[in-house]
């Protein structure tokens, strides 16, 4: 018997289905979709809050020193001539920044292996680049999901029969974080 269910595709598209799934459930908190689907990527989701739950706390805060370009009054560089070059201006300014520990390291590789990158567009920019921003998964689990579900043994999702789908009667459902 199979260790999972193979919802009538190859491999890689198997794949890349329930990781675009499991992506979109944890940038938007809930899916719809099919149940035997929901099932699949339940169990994969479910590892991922897991992790960050475990590690959520294994981080060291260290301070950095960073340069940082000087902006005039419309956000704009600074440059000045050196020898004939126009170069910018930098500022040196002292940021604290989370250091993974090696295990939380690793937690953070994991979850990279499964999700896909996520970029935010805003309603008046639609369709184009500008304006546009990467979201991290990874900080999201430890940071906001970790805490989260702390105090839970597992169980972070919860699947709602919503009814058969109109055109080949596969059972709906909504697949969400409780």
């Known amino acids: ?17 329930l990781r675009n799934q499991v992506t979109m459930l944890l940038y938007h908190g809930k899916i719809k979709t099919t149940e035997a689907r929901a099932k699949e990527v339940r169990q994969i989701a479910e590892h991922l809050i897991t992790l960050a739950v475990k590690e959520k706390d294994n981080f060291d805060e260290v301070t950095v020193t960073a340069k940082v370009p000087k ?13 004939g070059k126009k170069v910018t201006q930098y500022d040196t300014v002292e940021k604290k920044v ?7 390291l690793h937690a953070r590789r994991q979850m990279l292996k499964v999700l896909y990158p996520v970029i935010e567009v805003p309603q008046e920019a639609a369709g184009k680049k500008r304006g ?22 597992g169980g972070y999702t919860r699947i709602v029969k919503i009814g058969p789908r109109k055109g080949d009667a596969a059972m709906e459902v909504i697949l969400e974080l409780v």
């Open 132 to 153: 546009t921003k990467k979201v991290d998964l990874t900080a999201k689990l430890f940071d906001e999901y970790g805490p989260k579900y702390a105090g839970r043994p």
């Open 71 to 83: 902006l005039d009054k419309d956000g704009k560089r600074i440059k000045e001539v050196v020898d």
């Open 1 to 17: 018997m199979a260790m999972h269910r193979k919802l009538g595709k190859e491999s890689s598209a198997r794949q890349a289905l």
């Open 98 to 104: 989370k250091k993974d520990q090696p295990s939380r």
